[in-house]
């Protein structure tokens, strides 16, 4: 039996995850106590068509279910179940506009006088034991409903690799850094297209932009030098039983240098391993009225 267990603080799009599931031909069943997760895994035994199963499990279940949740897990595992548990997050800032845009009470506001700040915030300590036994956790924060649809089909309803999936994804720093990244670097140092008035508005996917920064000796030895952490430690990730890495390289803008960047190192790393996606984020986020 294959568990996938879907949680997060409300309002990070839990349910479009768990409905993309259902659509993709699991069980699916939303806001499963957690302490039911054993009888669940047992009576999918006796039947042979619960062979997929996606739950939700979010901060309405018991404190108690919650702090147990890594017991249960093991529990789970001993049973010879395939567990994947998903945690999707996103910004506070993110997360009060989305309940105020659908004017939705949050679950930990109908009861003990909690504002939506504080509700949000004390969701997020109730969470804790199911965030850090996550193998994947997910920034939600700019994601479109369509985008998390997307990705929880390619990363999650998948037949299990031995490589993990690498995903670079470029990003402006002016924008905030991803939440779901796990190595993230820093490339302000490198020569800025930018200052170019001819490259200002082309981004690091244009030939011209990569001329620019293949003349320089630097972008070169920032890619050398990521590249070859990254072929150094992979093994080690992968042994670690990680299925997810996800290499942030960040510039201001998120037009120029991350992005020139992002696309050498997941070609490169394309020819090595067989699942490597390339990301990025702010590309298309408008034109820029800062130094990229």
Request: net charge neutral; aromatic share 6%; glycine share 6%.
């Amino acid at each position: 039996m294959q568990l996938v267990i879907i949680s997060g603080r409300s309002g990070s799009g839990k349910s479009a995850a768990l409905h993309a599931l259902e659509d993709l031909g699991y069980y699916a069943i939303d806001n499963l106590p957690a302490g039911l997760l054993i009888p669940l895994a047992q009576q999918a035994a006796i039947q042979n068509n619960l062979s997929r199963v996606a739950v939700s499990i979010d901060a309405r279940n018991l404190s108690h279910d919650l702090n147990h949740f890594p017991t249960i897990m093991q529990e789970l595992i001993a049973e010879g179940v395939e567990v994947l548990v998903v945690y999707l997050n996103a910004s506070a800032k993110t997360l009060m506009e989305r309940f105020s845009a659908t004017r939705r009470r949050h679950p930990l506001t109908r009861h003990g006088g909690l504002s939506l700040s504080e509700a949000i915030e004390e969701e997020q300590a109730l969470l804790n034991p199911l965030a850090n036994l996550a193998q994947l956790n997910l920034d939600t924060t700019r994601l479109s409903v369509h985008e998390l649809r997307d990705t929880i089909a390619t990363q999650v309803a998948r037949k299990p690799q031995q490589a993990p999936t690498l995903l670079f994804q470029s990003f402006g720093f002016k924008k905030g850094v991803p939440l779901d990244a796990d190595l993230i670097y820093d490339v302000r140092c490198l020569p800025n297209p930018f200052w170019d008035i001819s490259l200002r508005e082309k981004s690091g996917q244009d030939q011209a932009v990569i001329d620019f920064l293949s003349a320089h000796p630097l972008p070169q030895k920032m890619f050398q030098d990521i590249s070859n952490f990254i072929e150094s430690w992979l093994p080690h990730y992968i042994k670690s039983n990680r299925s997810y890495i996800t290499v942030a390289i960040g510039c201001t803008g998120g037009h120029h240098r991350s992005v020139f960047l992002a696309e050498r190192l997941g070609k490169h790393f394309m020819q090595q391993q067989p699942d490597v996606q390339i990301r990025h984020r702010d590309l298309n986020a408008g034109k820029e009225s800062h130094p990229n």
